[in-house]
C-alpha cells in the first residue's frame, strides 16, 4: 500500500508521517498496521511484525484504537480522516469531523476549540479535504479532542465559515468516537462586494461599547443595547459590511478586547445576586467545574443595588451556568455572584450586527446604533429583545457657503419671511438666570429637535437667541442661562425655532428632525466681511425625503 511510504513505526511505538501528500481513512490506516503485523519480520522503517503486540483494534469501520505503545502526533493525524483514533489507553483521541453542505467559491473554514482557533488561520484543511462532492462533504479530518487524560473543552468545537464576500454561517457540535458531522451552508453576499482594502481604510467607523441607553426618538425613551456603532458618513450597508470585515476569516481587529475572528455577541445573559467586588463589562468569567464549568466575556453589565444586577455574556467555553451557580472574575482577588434564577440563551446573527437588506439594517440582539445614523426602514432589538422602528428622521442642507464667513439662519417660513409668531410666550421672562422658555400650551411642534436654539423676543424688538438642551414636546423649553434683565420679554411674545443659527463652519450646514409633516423653510445667507455678498434669502420644502437649498453668491461691491 502507499501509506507505507508515507508513514514509519518506529520500535518505541511512534507512528509519524515521513513523506507524501495522500490522504488514508482511519480504516485504510488500521488494515496497514495489521497488514504489517502479519508480516514474518520487521524491514525497513516499519518495525513491526508477528511477534509485536497487536498495534491496532477496529470497532466499527470509523472507530479505531491503537493499543499501548502505539501512537500518532497531531503531524499524523492530518493526513487521516473518516473516523476516530483512541490512544494512549483512552488519555489521547482524535475524533472525525465531516462538514457537509455547499458553499460560494472557494471557503477556508475554521474550527475553534476551546475559544481558539484550531490551528491558527490557514489551518491544514485549507480549502477544502478528502472532498466528496457527490456527498456534498466540504472537509473530513481528525481534530484532536482529548488529551493528557482530559477533553478539550468537553469535546466542543464550532466551525465557521467567515470568508469575504459571503454569507457567514457557524455549527456548533460535540465530537466522539467515530465520525461527528457539522453543516455549513454559504452564499455569495450581495451586500458585500465592496474592495476589503478600501473597507480596511474605513478607520472612521467607531462604537461605543457596552451597556448604555439609546433614544431613537420614537417615542419610547431611551433604552438598553451594547454597542452604539457610528457609521460616519458611510452608508448603512457600509456600516455592515464594516462589522464584517473586523469578524472575518484572517481579521486582526480587536472587539470588546477580543480576537473579532471569535467575536459572536451575546450569547446567554442572566440576573445575579450576592456580589462582592466589582465586575468589568469585557472581563473573562468562569464558573463550575468538570461537565457545568465554563467561560465567558461579559459584553454589557447593568449594576443594580445592594449586589445586584444582570449581565449580558458572550459564552467562551464549556456550558453556560444555572440558578444559583456561583460566577468569578477574572482578577487576582475576584468579585464574586451567585446567578439568580433562569439563564436565557439568545439567538446569534450570522455576523454580529444583523442581516443588510442594502439599505437598511435588521439589528442583531442588543445591538445599538448612533441615532442619527437610522432610518425608518432600520430595525434594532434591545437588550430586553424589544423591536424598536426609528422614525424617519430626514435632514435639511444648506449648501455653497463659506466657512468662517457666511452667517446662516434656517427658520420655519411664513410667505417668504421668518415665521416670527411660530410660538408665543406664555409668561414673561424678567431674570438674571433664566432656564426655562414656557410656550402656550402644545405649541411646541412635534418635529423639533431635542437640542437646538429658539429666538425670543425681546420688549426692545430684538430676538435674543437661546440654547435649548430639553424640551418636553408641549410648552416648555430647558434653555442655557439666559439674561433676560436688561431687556424683558413679556408674556405674548413672539418665539420661534432657528433650525440652524450660527455661522458656517464648513461649505454646509444641516440640520436633522423627525420629520411629521411637511413644511416650508425660510433660509437667510449673509457675509459682510471682507469679500461681502448680497443678502441671500429662499424658502425651500422640508418633506418625508428631507430638503435642500444652495446659496447664490452675488458679489456686494
Known amino acids: 500500500m502507499a501509506i507505507g511510504t508515507d508513514f514509519s513505526v518506529a520500535v518505541t511505538g511512534d507512528i509519524r508521517h515521513v513523506s507524501g501528500t495522500d490522504k488514508y481513512s482511519v480504516l485504510e490506516f488500521h488494515r496497514w498496521l495489521q497488514n504489517l503485523a502479519d508480516d514474518e519480520a520487521a524491514s525497513g522503517n516499519d518495525i513491526l511484525d508477528i511477534t509485536n503486540a497487536t498495534p491496532s483494534e477496529r470497532a466499527t469501520d470509523n472507530i479505531i484504537t491503537l493499543n499501548s505503545p502505539y501512537n500518532i502526533d497531531d503531524t499524523a493525524a492530518e493526513y487521516l480522516y473518516d473516523g476516530s483514533i483512541t490512544q494512549d489507553d483512552g488519555d489521547t483521541m482524535y475524533s472525525g469531523l465531516v462538514v457537509v453542505g455547499a458553499v460560494a467559491g472557494t471557503t477556508t473554514l475554521q474550527v475553534v476549540q476551546d475559544n481558539t482557533l484550531y490551528d491558527g488561520d490557514s489551518p491544514f484543511w485549507g480549502t477544502g479535504i478528502n472532498v466528496s462532492a457527490a456527498a456534498n462533504i466540504l472537509c473530513r479530518m481528525l481534530i484532536k479532542t482529548r488529551t493528557g487524560g482530559a477533553d478539550i473543552d468537553g469535546k466542543r468545537i464550532r466551525v465557521f465559515a467567515r470568508e469575504w464576500g459571503h454569507t457567514f454561517a457557524e455549527f456548533s457540535l460535540t465530537m466522539g468516537l467515530g465520525n461527528s458531522v457539522a453543516a455549513i451552508f454559504t452564499n455569495t453576499d450581495l451586500n458585500n462586494d465592496t474592495d476589503i482594502g478600501t473597507v480596511g481604510g474605513w478607520s472612521d467607523v467607531t462604537n461605543v461599547e457596552g451597556y448604555q441607553l439609546i433614544d431613537l426618538q420614537n417615542g419610547d425613551g431611551a433604552l438598553p443595547y451594547y454597542s452604539q456603532w457610528n457609521r460616519a ?325
Open 233 to 557: 458618513g458611510h452608508t448603512i450597508n457600509d456600516l455592515y459590511e464594516f462589522a464584517k470585515y473586523i469578524t472575518r476569516r484572517g481579521s486582526t481587529s480587536v472587539i470588546h478586547q477580543m480576537d473579532g475572528e471569535l467575536f459572536r455577541g451575546i450569547t446567554h445573559q442572566w440576573c445575579y445576586d450576592n456580589e462582592t467586588g466589582a465586575f468589568d463589562e469585557d472581563e473573562t468569567l468562569s464558573w463550575g467545574s468538570g461537565d457545568t464549568a465554563g467561560t465567558g466575556a461579559i459584553l454589557a453589565l447593568d449594576d443594580g443595588s445592594a449586589g445586584t444586577g444582570i449581565m449580558w455574556v458572550q459564552l467562551l467555553t464549556g456550558v453556560a451556568p444555572t440558578d444559583d451557580a456561583w460566577i468569578f472574575g477574572a482578577d487576582s482577588a475576584p468579585a464574586t455572584c451567585q446567578v439568580n434564577g433562569a439563564v436565557t440563551t439568545r439567538t446569534l446573527s450570522p455576523v454580529f450586527l444583523g442581516q443588510s437588506t442594502g439599505s437598511a439594517i435588521i439589528g442583531a440582539f442588543g445591538i445599538g446604533i448612533e441615532t442619527s445614523d437610522l432610518t425608518k426602514n432600520d430595525l434594532l432589538f434591545t437588550l430586553e429583545n424589544d423591536p424598536e422602528q426609528p422614525p424617519n428622521l430626514v435632514t435639511f442642507t444648506v449648501y455653497g457657503l463659506v466657512a468662517a464667513h457666511d452667517r446662516v439662519l434656517v427658520t420655519n417660513a411664513q410667505g417668504n419671511a421668518i415665521d416670527f409668531d411660530q410660538m408665543t410666550l406664555n409668561g414673561a421672562l424678567t431674570g438674571g438666570s433664566v432656564i426655562s422658555v414656557v410656550v402656550q400650551a402644545a405649541s411646541i411642534p412635534a418635529d423639533t429637535p431635542q437640542e437646538g436654539t429658539i429666538r425670543v423676543e425681546c420688549n426692545s424688538g430684538i430676538y435674543k437667541m437661546c440654547t435649548f438642551t430639553a424640551h418636553d414636546g408641549d410648552d416648555t423649553f430647558t434653555i442655557d442661562a439666559a439674561d433676560f434683565s436688561g431687556d424683558n420679554a413679556d408674556n405674548g411674545n413672539n418665539v420661534f425655532i432657528s433650525y440652524i443659527d450660527k455661522l458656517a463652519a464648513d461649505t454646509e450646514e444641516i440640520f436633522q428632525v423627525v420629520y411629521d409633516a411637511a413644511r416650508t423653510m425660510f433660509v437667510r445667507v449673509r457675509d459682510g466681511g471682507a469679500s461681502p455678498i448680497k443678502t441671500f434669502e429662499t424658502t425651500s420644502g422640508l418633506n418625508e425625503g428631507g430638503g435642500s437649498a444652495t446659496a447664490i453668491r452675488t458679489e456686494d461691491d
